[in-house]
């Protein structure tokens, strides 16, 4: 079956459809599960903490959906969390620059790159208003965190683009209460909400969406030293060198230097194993390392878990090593103390 009639099946039985729908001002990225797609969503994410969660020893958390002003200056979201986007100067129409170019030129340009490189191309390429054959304006960044006001006073605050930032503002109590060791994983299921230019394709690009995320935090001195390793260190995964997606165990990528360290390896093999219990041909998988200008602000390494589907190369997961980033600018931001001991020696995860 196709896109289109995997679309239809789904709204012909309940699985999801639009939000609003009988009202003509419903806005575009916003969807319900119906009877089917609770079934369908509760059973992946039992599997999810079955095979995930309490497999790996880790904690569960349910933090808030609006968040004070103060994390995302902290996290960088503020000044960082944006989308490069072009407005025709005739009829007005907003572009997410980067997949125009993509649709229209077949160029790939790492939504992160410097705004003169959209502008570069769209020139050179003589790229034109789908609507009304226009020309553009200088592409520009669009921040795509939702602002909300608390309270009489108008006080500023967001919903969180990402369920992990109460992950990380909560580590110090966590780790606390629950008397924790490193390794240490937190997981948390949520919304997040995000103010997408263009959201299409069903639930492939959303404004309001569900997120299962997990953050697990070590001892930087210890990436190599991890004695689960061995569980794991014959896994399969498929990693993408160049053009070539190249199918080696989770001791081949570190030994080759693919992958940065054991630690990384682990939860990618992990991941790897869910996936392929979900169901999921993981011989149409890969992680795909992403360049410097294509990885996350907060990311030192990343790799993006993409499955082959009809509609070309799905991104179903974001793996970012994301060092002591968060903690560090947290600890900076808020001056709270996020070390912690780890064999008697004090280290900031």
């Known amino acids: 079956m196709n896109y ?44 999810w903490r079955r095979e995930l969660v309490r497999r790996d020893g880790m904690l569960e958390i349910d933090g808030s959906q609006i968040m004070s002003q103060s994390v995302f200056e902290a996290s960088g979201h503020l000044a960082s969390f944006a989308d490069p986007i072009v407005r025709c100067k005739n009829c007005g129409s907003t572009f997410r620059a980067d997949r125009m170019i993509s649709e229209v030129s077949k160029i ?93 394709q069903s639930l492939l690009r959303l404004r309001e969406f569900y997120q299962a995320e997990i953050e697990v935090f070590c001892n930087p001195n210890k990436l190599n030293d991890l004695e689960k390793f061995s569980e794991i260190q014959d ?60 990885k996350a602000f907060y990311a030192t390494v990343a790799f993006d878990f993409e499955v082959q589907t009809t509609t070309g190369w799905l991104e179903l997961v974001a793996c970012n090593y994301r060092s002591d980033y968060d903690l560090t600018s947290h600890a900076n931001k808020s001056k709270e103390k996020f070390e912690v001991l780890d064999d008697e020696q004090k280290v900031l995860p």
């Open 108 to 200: 790939e340009i790492p939504e992160s790159a410097d705004l003169t490189d959209f502008d570069k191309v769209i020139s050179e390429k003589n790229i034109r208003c789908s609507k009304c054959k226009g020309e553009f304006d200088k592409s520009r960044k669009f921040n795509m965190m939702f602002k909300v006001e608390i309270g009489p006073e108008g006080e500023p605050a967001y919903l969180r683009p990402e369920t992990c930032q109460s992950i990380f503002v909560d580590f110090p109590r966590l780790f606390k209460t629950m008397r924790g060791k490193l390794p240490l994983g937190i997981a948390q299921i949520g919304k997040s909400f995000r103010n997408e230019i263009s959201p299409r």
């Open 235 to 294: 896994t399969i995964i498929r990693v993408q060198i160049n053009d070539e997606v190249k199918p080696m165990s989770c001791k081949e990528v570190v030994e080759s230097g693919l992958i940065p360290n054991k630690f990384v390896a682990y939860y990618l093999g992990m991941l790897t194993e869910f996936y392929e219990k979900t169901g999921i041909d993981v011989t149409k998988s890969r992680f795909r390392r992403l360049g410097e200008k294509e």
């Open 4 to 47: 289109d009639n995997i679309m239809q099946l789904a709204l012909e039985r309940g699985f999801y459809f639009p939000s609003c729908e009988i009202y003509a001002d419903a806005q575009a990225g916003f969807w319900e599960y119906g009877p089917a797609g609770v079934s369908m969503k509760t059973k992946f994410l039992e599997l």
